[in-house]
């Protein structure tokens, strides 16, 4: 009688989490997502991260969204916009898809943007927040889930400027995300600029660059090196002995959950800052991240949770169109509205329907279970909204 | 820059050519020898970097994970060469780059599909993760050191091999004159098999001396491909010796210029080297062909 108690209670839990987490509608008819992003290639782990956190999202809305069964298609851009393009003028055309979302690259989604809102069909960035579409290009059907590229960054100029820190050694790779990276710690930090050295992407070996800054001895460095550089790079300056010697600073697209793994003990101690920690607590995120963790048997990322984010994202503007998308005004008034309980807790969209969020310091220790996992010690920004918002004449 | 930043430098861009050397060597003599143009050089250094570092998870040894990865990687190696890239040695360079890019292509998904699309992980033993003082005040990490321990080591056993034994001698003959050593009755299908496992040893060897330092994922061997290309390219194809003195001059030259020059500037100087030697010496620094 008891354990039939509890199991009732169990299920009763569990449902009410459902409901919580996701809608539930009338039936109505079937909706078709398109999911483009870099999915081959050595650019394809963040593809796939975004795409299992997207899935996982679908899961908890019982494959549905909105109420609305789903048929979800997934296409390769292969790092490269003009296959982006392609890929994305299929599924419009031939596929006929209701919603496209994804995109990694900022590159690939200023490919996109345009011809995908032009033909009247949402776009949901997962990842990709690049400042022209956050400014004067901003689009009425375009709703970015993440970040505007430069807000992390900002995260990490504002709080080594409150910290005192009085001159930064920076690096990135030279690119166009790399000196936005750099434009955006810039934007808050106000300190001297000790160096800012651009190396070349994806170059593997870092053996030059970190003798050159062991022999400037800057109080803190600050760099922005994604994926595999940031694998590279963040070992690399361990082995050369100069974490114990300098702070390294940077941000979660360099030190997260897919490649702390990779990194192993040289990755433990670094601050860095992100709009999503596994450690935030609410019931949203807890479930989560235990149901990501026990599918796929590793931690999720931030990007993961964007992936997650963007499902509920959809799901709540379907669930107040009854799952209709024919109506473009009314899903996109139910779009800007952000009705769903984000992972990362607060969330709501600005003006230019980039996302005003709150911004984490985040420490990289090992849990319970040996596991590298970032764990939040403070707040960097309280509703932080991007510095192109001005510039968007798109009016609500 | 002063003296102590030079040297420390220097020791950088040895440790780098000398990596390079690793690949290049491998790839000249398949290319000198055999005539075959083996794109797929860099797939094998990802391959030797993948087994060793799930090797030393599974033993838990850096060592046995070394002294396995090896052998593994050159029976990949022998097999590939016994069974695809055998049917290459009468057709042109075109086909040769056509099937050889395929296999990069095919092994960076393989490699998905096995491990997954996150980096890997290797570690290094306590003892190989600290530094020493090379000169007073001056650290150097130890590991770097045993990169170019055993760069050294594998060059002088190169020479010994080419220079001192009768393979050594086949593999000379070979890199002159091709038909000649065919004519003369020598057992070519086998001499190319070993030739081409000896290649797939010295890259399946860079690629995991190059595990602790780097990110082991999926297309990790091409940007090194291209540089090894530029290294054989100025060294002279075929030339082991070239392969070395150019390695060692890509590696000073490009740590030199990544210190001293402008990022975009930087990134061109060893194509700018590569154009210069191309320029007053087509054949390479150091030809084999007779």
Known sequence: ?396 | MDLVLLFVQGLNGLQFGVMLFLMAAGMTLVFGVMDLLNLAHGSLYMLGAYLAATLQVHTGSFPIALALAVPATVLIGMALEATLLCRLYDRDHLDHATMTFALILFFNELVRIIWGPQARFMGLPDQLSGHVEILPGVTYPVYRLLIIGVGLLVAGFLYWLIMRTRLGMLIRAGASNREMVNALGVNIKLLYTLLFGLGAALAGLAGMMAGPILSIEAGMGEPILILTLVVIVIGGIGSVRGAFLASLLVGVADTFGRVLLPPALASMVIYILMAAVLFWRPQGLFPSHG
């Not at chain 1, 900002?154 to 005192?164: H, I, P, R, V």
Request: proline share 5%; hydrophobic share 40%; net charge neutral.
């Open chain 1, 1 to 396: 009688m008891h354990q039939r108690m509890v199991s009732l209670a169990a299920k009763g839990l569990s449902v009410s989490l459902f409901l919580l987490v996701c809608g539930v509608a009338s039936a109505a008819e079937k909706v078709k997502v398109g999911y483009i992003a870099t999915m081959s290639g050595p650019g394809a782990s963040l593809g796939t991260d975004i795409l299992d956190g997207f899935k996982m999202g679908l899961k908890h809305c019982g494959d549905k969204l909105g109420g609305a069964p789903v048929e979800l298609i997934v296409g390769d851009d292969q790092f490269k916009p003009e296959v982006g393009v392609q890929v994305a003028t299929r599924m419009i055309e031939k596929d006929k898809v209701d919603i496209i979302t994804g995109i990694v690259f900022s590159n690939v989604m200023m490919a996109i943007a345009r011809p995908v809102t032009d033909a009247g069909i949402f776009l949901v960035s997962a990842n990709a927040g690049p400042s022209p579409l956050a400014g004067e290009g901003c689009l009425p059907n375009l709703f970015t889930v993440s970040w505007q590229n430069d807000q992390t960054h900002e995260a990490m100029g504002k709080y080594l400027q409150d910290k005192g820190i009085k001159g930064v050694y920076l690096m990135a790779p030279n690119y166009q995300a790399g000196k936005d990276g750099l434009e955006g710690f810039k934007r808050y930090f106000k300190g001297e600029i000790r160096a800012e050295v651009y190396t070349e992407p994806n170059q593997p070996d870092y053996a030059a660059e970190l003798a050159q800054l062991r022999s400037a001895n800057p109080e803190a460095v600050f760099v922005f090196y994604p994926g595999g550089m940031g694998v590279n790079f963040i070992k690399q300056y361990a082995q050369a002995g100069l974490k114990d010697k300098i702070p390294l600073y940077t941000t979660a697209f360099t030190v997260n959950e897919a490649v702390l793994p990779a990194m192993g003990d040289a990755a433990l101690g670094i601050v860095n800052t992100s709009f999503w920690s596994p450690d935030i607590d609410n019931p949203a995120n807890s479930k989560f991240v235990a149901d990501f963790l026990s599918t796929h048997k590793r931690l999720p990322s931030p990007f993961a949770a964007q992936g997650y984010d963007a499902a509920m994202l959809i799901d709540s503007a379907l669930l107040a169109t009854g799952g209709q998308t024919g109506d473009k005004d009314r899903l996109r008034a139910a779009f800007r509205k952000a009705d769903f309980q984000s992972v990362r807790g607060s969330f709501k969209f600005n003006r230019n329907q980039f996302p005003i969020q709150d911004f984490y310091i985040r420490e990289v220790i090992k849990d319970q279970d040996h596991q590298l996992i970032g764990r939040i010690t403070g707040v960097a920004f309280k509703d932080h909204s991007d510095a192109y918002c001005e510039k968007c004449p798109m009016k609500w």
